[in-house]
């Protein structure tokens, strides 16, 4: 399977951006997804994962309230919806998949990483 980030761009403090993660190659219906970024100098860290099923989401502390991750198993695509955003969101953002359909903050247990979009916020 491939995965394709996209969507990513310029928005200003307070706006909103939605990222997209198209998966080719086979169903990704039962497998969990998960969203990642990086900012310059610093680690990759977990920002928000999904079930297989889509019926379980786990975010992490610093976007939780503010960052929605969905999934239409019949688009073979996941979404991070990302509102009132903080120029501390901005990163390089990558989507990953798992062979298992539970969802991980784990990057290490990822198996398949898309190529990454930019997400920039200015303040």
């Known amino acids: 399977v491939q995965l394709q980030a996209f969507g990513g761009g310029l928005v200003q403090a307070g706006g909103s951006l939605r990222l997209s993660c198209a998966a080719s190659?086979?169903?990704?219906?039962?497998?969990?997804m998960g969203w990642f970024r990086q900012a310059p100098g610093k680690e990759r860290e977990f920002v928000a994962s999904i079930t297989g099923s889509g019926l379980s989401t786990v975010y992490a502390d610093s976007v939780k309230g503010r960052f929605t991750i969905s999934r239409d198993n019949a688009k073979n695509t996941v979404y991070l919806q990302m509102n009132s955003l903080k120029p501390e969101d901005t990163a390089v953002y990558y989507c990953a998949g798992r062979e298992s359909p539970y969802r991980s903050r784990w990057d290490s247990e990822y198996d398949v990483w898309g190529q990454g979009t930019q997400v920039t916020v200015s303040s």
């Open positions: 190659g086979r169903t990704i219906s039962s497998n969990a």
